[in-house]
């Protein structure tokens, strides 16, 4: 039997990707495009803790959400939970230009999901260090993908396709995200035959 899981986005790249993240378990992922105001913060646990509670508010069942940011080594961890608003102002062949070209293009790329049961709220994260690629490379189409190399791979996520979701950040967090599910389920199941 498959359960649903509910997802607040408005992002489809991102309801694609965490879709094919979970489609060999018993979950479903529906989408909730209720809005919902993010605070600007740096950090992206404080971030996404807030979130999740207002999109379970807004929808009344148990929801995940989730962030990714960039942790660029040359700014001492920054933009980190402002990578959005960061780059969309520069966009990939600025961050590229800036960062992939300079003595130190180390980057660490995070993404911290939230789950919301109304009861508690627990966060999974995943992370998976790289560099910043000299120019972009790979189809544009899903923010920062054609500039992240992760390390031991020569390819940009953008350039990788279907094998970026082998071993990403999302991958990483995800895995977490569904041994906990399973485990409460389980749990839950033996609690009812008792």
Known sequence: MDI????????????????NLIKDTQYVIRKSTAPIEEIQTENIKALVEDKVIKAFHKIRRPVFVDHTGLYLEILDGFPGGLTEIFWKRTENARLAQLFGNSDNP???????????DGQSVRTFRGELKGVIAPAPRGPEGFQWDPIFIPDGHTQTFAEMGDKKHEISMRRLAINQFIAYLDNSNDKHYQQRRH
């Open 4 to 19: 649903n899981l509910y997802f607040a986005t408005k992002n489809d790249y991102k309801f694609e990707e965490f879709k």
């Open 106 to 116: 180390t980057v660490t790329a995070v993404t911290l999901i939230g789950y919301c």
